[in-house]
T-cell receptor, first 114, second 112 residues
Framework: AQSVTQLGSHVSVSEGALVLLRCNYS??????LFWYVQYPNQGLQLLLK??????LVKGINGFEAEFKKSETSFHLTKPSAHMSDAAEYFC????????????FGKGTKLSVKP | EAGVAQSPRYKIIEKRQSVAFWCNPI?????LYWYQQILGQGPKLLIQ????????DSQLPKDRFSAERLKGVDSTLKIQPAKLEDSAVYLC??????????FGSGTRLTVV
């Protein structure tokens, strides 16, 4: 069965610093991987996704993630944090390809200090 | 393109009462999902529809939860009777395939 582990329930960085949010997955099939962001009292917004092809995926708002099959990881990075990046971030894996159910991690809350 | 519409945005009910949530997916999206997100946790699938048929409802508490998607378009999720532990955000999502899932803004349910 597919599963997702997000290391660190809370990450705090200074404005302008590197953002690194960690995600490891387990999947018995080639994974479809996703990062979503959730602002308070809002739904989930897709940041980026990996389905096939290039392992370095670029998303919105300057975020990117690299699919590393050997490490079963899909860590999210951003070179320079902005105050507006403060939110909760969820990593997810699909359990059935392009229309499977999304299995989510527990989330990582990102705080950005001025 | 219009997004996934959900209503109501907020609902407060007493335990043992019933409640219903509505979702209208993006036009043409055959697959519709209902997720439950308890505070401090990631969303968890309750039910997945493909058109008007159920694909997966293994995690739906069927003694109190029910869902339908008549005509394969919009969907309703009902809880009857509600328990305190049902307090959560209920998210609807739809998908056309190709790994594209779009979520609605959710309904925040508080059971008192």
């Amino acid at each position: 069965a597919q599963s997702v582990t997000q290391l660190g329930s809370h990450v705090s960085v200074s404005e302008g610093a590197l953002v690194l949010l960690r995600c490891n997955y387990s999947s018995s099939v080639p994974p479809y991987l996703f990062w979503y962001v959730q602002y308070p009292n809002q739904g989930l917004q897709l940041l980026l996704k990996y389905t096939t092809g290039a392992t370095l995926v670029k998303g919105i708002n300057g975020f990117e993630a690299e699919f590393k099959k050997s490490e079963t990881s899909f860590h999210l990075t951003k070179p320079s944090a902005h105050m507006s990046d403060a939110a909760e971030y969820f990593c997810a894996v699909s359990d059935g390809g392009s229309q499977g159910n999304l299995i989510f991690g527990k989330g990582t809350k990102l705080s950005v200090k001025p | 393109e219009a997004g996934v519409a959900q209503s109501p945005r907020y609902k407060i009910i007493e335990k043992r009462q019933s409640v219903a949530f509505w979702c209208n997916p993006i036009s043409g999206h055959a697959t519709l999902y209902w997720y439950q997100q308890i505070l401090g946790q990631g969303p968890k699938l309750l039910i997945q529809f493909q058109n008007n048929g159920v694909v997966d409802d293994s995690q739906l508490p069927k003694d109190r939860f029910s869902a339908e998607r008549l005509k394969g378009v919009d969907s309703t999720l009902k809880i009857q009777p509600a328990k305190l532990e049902d307090s959560a955000v209920y998210l609807c999502a739809s998908s056309l395939g190709g790994g594209g899932y779009t979520f609605g803004s959710g309904t925040r349910l508080t059971v008192v």
